[in-house]
């Protein structure tokens, strides 16, 4: 990131000690909690806003079944067959011809 060779990074050393002494690892402790902790709030900040603009998927299968579609007629129609000869006409369903099932 910074391309810091090994006499640059010695050098830092040498001016953290003149400045902080004794306190150095001290200094070092805190400056990695910050650290820590800077990462972690930034990573939940990214993660709350991560899909905030996606709608949330609904659960179909967990509604329950609306009145409306408890009430609808499954019932079909009586099948009359095609005439067999092309001169007769096919009947149609009447209240005569159905019969109540059983």
Known sequence: MFNLGPTEMIAF???????????LPEVA???????HQLRKNLSDFQREFQGWDRPEPRNTWNQPISSE????????PKFI???SDENQKPESP???NQKPES
């Open 81 to 83: 067959p095609p005439p």
């Open 69 to 76: 579609t408890e009430k609808v007629d499954t019932s079909s």
């Open 29 to 35: 402790r805190n400056l990695g909690g910050t650290y």
């Open 13 to 23: 050393g040498v001016i953290a000690l003149m400045l902080f002494g004794r306190k």
């Open 94 to 96: 009447t209240e005569e």
